[in-house]
């Protein structure tokens, strides 16, 4: 497999345009996290889903910011309109079904500039 | 979710065994205690996890004594390919992986 896929690896775009992240799990994996990394606030997990429902949201810093999950394959991680505080690393990452042991494979990440 | 604690930093030189202490004082009974390992410009990498006493794999050990209320990353003779920051985490039935600040090692030739 080759691993969790992230795209693209990286975006510049001006204040005000919308962004939209991809990534595309390990096939198999049924729960997917996003995370946002900065300097200032270190790796802040933003949103994740198990089995593609939404399970906790609760990190996702305003209404700007959206996530879908279509289906097991796929998820997105909008940004609109975007704002120069936005830019970070954004990592997507994937785990596999299990009751306890909790092995997420995170992707290489998006490195999002926003001017 | 449990809070875990850990030295902000460490340095250390080739070759040296590197020893990070994470303390997990209020764990719950289900928790596991799972190590991260992040490079620069790169997600985290799943290093080891445990639930109790000594976990040992090609990259690290992991020792987690009988209370559960802390447990020690082991890095035998460290090489400065293991510059990185080192996440320890409590991680459990509900999924959610909540990543600390970690600990910055560096280590020297």
């Known amino acids: 497999d080759a691993g969790v896929i992230q795209s693209p690896r990286h975006e510049v775009t001006e204040m005000g345009q919308e962004v939209t992240l991809r990534c595309k799990p390990i096939s198999g994996h049924n729960s997917l996290f996003w995370y946002r990394q900065t300097m200032m606030r270190g790796l802040e997990l933003l949103i994740y889903?198990?089995?593609?429902?939404?399970?906790?949201d609760s990190g996702m810093p305003e209404d700007r910011f959206s996530a879908k999950m279509p289906n097991a394959s796929f998820s997105t991680l909008k940004i609109q309109p975007s704002e120069p505080r936005d830019s970070a690393v954004y990592f997507c990452?994937?785990?596999?079904?299990?009751?306890?042991?909790?092995?997420?494979?995170f992707g290489q990440g998006t490195r999002l500039t926003v001017v | 979710l449990a809070k875990t604690t850990q030295p902000i930093s460490m340095d250390s030189y080739e070759g040296q065994e590197v020893n990070i202490t994470c303390s997990h004082n209020?764990?719950?009974?289900?928790?596991?205690i799972t190590w991260y390992q992040q490079f620069p410009s790169q997600g985290p990498r799943f290093i080891i996890q445990g639930y109790k006493t000594k976990v040992t794999n090609e990259v690290a050990s992991l020792f987690i004594p009988a209370d559960r209320k802390s447990s020690t990353l082991s890095l035998p003779r460290v090489s400065l390919s293991d510059t990185a920051v080192y996440y320890c985490l409590s991680t459990g039935s509900a999924s959610k992986i909540i990543f600390g600040s970690g600990t910055r090692l560096s280590i020297r030739p």
């Open positions: 209020n764990i719950a009974t289900n928790d596991y």
């Open positions: 990452a994937s785990s596999p079904p299990g009751p306890w042991d909790t092995e997420a494979f």
């Open positions: 889903f198990n089995n593609n429902v939404p399970i906790d």
